[in-house]
C-alpha cells in the first residue's frame, strides 16, 4: 500500500545533542510537509517543500532545518534540541493536482529530549 | 489570516445516537475544508474535504460533513456512532488560491460511550 513512513517513531535525545527524523512515502506525491504536535494540540506547520522548493514558516525555530534530498525522502534536523522541542513529529505528503490537495500523514515520531 | 474554530474540547455521546463534531472558519477567498481524525500515538488520518459542489460531503467511516457558506461552518456528522469512533477530531482550512499550508482548529476529542 502506498504510504507516509516515519523513522524512528520513538526517539530519545540529550539535551543540545543533533537529531534527525526521517519521512519517505511512496505515493509520488510532490509536497512533503514537517509538523510539531505537542500535548494532543493542533499540528504546527514547521515548513514544507514544493517539489524542491523550501518554503519555511516565519515562526519556525533556527533550530529547524531540513532536507529533501529527492522526491521520495525528507528529513527534518534538531539542531540542538531543547527540553522545549520534546513533541511528536508529523510528516505530511500532497499530490497539489486538482483536487486531490488532501495532507496524509505519517504515524509520527515521538521525540523525548532529556 | 485563516482560522478555525472547534467550540467544543469534548464532545460525550452514547453509542447508536447521532453525532456532530463543529467546526466553523475564517479564510480570504474560497475555502478548501477538511477533516482528519487521530487515533493515540498515531498520526492524522484523513476523513472527508470539501472543495467544491455539493455541499455535504461523505468521507471514510459513515462520516459525513456539511459546508454552510452563510454561516461559515463545516461540522462534521455521522448517524450512528461508534464505541471505535472515539478519538481526537481535527478541522482544517486552506483558501483556493496562494498559500497551500492547512490551518488547523483546535481540535475535539469524541468519546462514545458504550
Known amino acids: 500500500d502506498a504510504m507516509v513512513i516515519q523513522n524512528p517513531r520513538y526517539q530519545v535525545t540529550q539535551f543540545g545533542k543533533p537529531v534527525t527524523l526521517s519521512c519517505s512515502q511512496t505515493l509520488n506525491h510532490n509536497v512533503m510537509y514537517w509538523y510539531q504536535q505537542k500535548s494532543s494540540q493542533a499540528p504546527k506547520l514547521l515548513f514544507h517543500?514544493?517539489?524542491?522548493?523550501?518554503?519555511n514558516e516565519a515562526d519556525t525555530p533556527d533550530n529547524f532545518q531540513s532536507r529533501r534530498p529527492n522526491t521520495s525522502f525528507c528529513f527534518l534536523d534538531i539542531r540542538s534540541p531543547g527540553l522545549g522541542d520534546a513533541a511528536m513529529y508529523l510528516c505530511?505528503?500532497?499530490?497539489?493536482?486538482?483536487?486531490?490537495?488532501?495532507?496524509?500523514f505519517g504515524p509520527g515520531t515521538r521525540l523525548t529530549v532529556t | 489570516a485563516q482560522s478555525v474554530a472547534q467550540p467544543e474540547d469534548q464532545v460525550n455521546v452514547a453509542e447508536g445516537n447521532p453525532l456532530t463534531v463543529k467546526c466553523t472558519y475564517s479564510v480570504s477567498g474560497n475555502p478548501y475544508l477538511f477533516w482528519y481524525v487521530q487515533y493515540p500515538n498515531r498520526g492524522l488520518q484523513f476523513l472527508l474535504k470539501?472543495?467544491?459542489?455539493?455541499?455535504l460531503v461523505k468521507g471514510s467511516y459513515g462520516f459525513e460533513a456539511e459546508f454552510n457558506k452563510s454561516q461559515t461552518s463545516f461540522h462534521l456528522k455521522k448517524p450512528s456512532a461508534l464505541v471505535s469512533d472515539s478519538a481526537l477530531y481535527f478541522c482544517a482550512v486552506r483558501a483556493d488560491t496562494g498559500r497551500r499550508a492547512l490551518t488547523f482548529g483546535s481540535g475535539t476529542r469524541l468519546q462514545v460511550q458504550p
Open positions: 470539501y472543495i467544491t459542489g455539493d455541499n
Open positions: 517543500y514544493y517539489d524542491k522548493d523550501f518554503n
Open positions: 505530511a505528503t500532497s499530490r497539489e493536482a486538482g483536487t486531490g490537495i488532501e495532507q496524509y
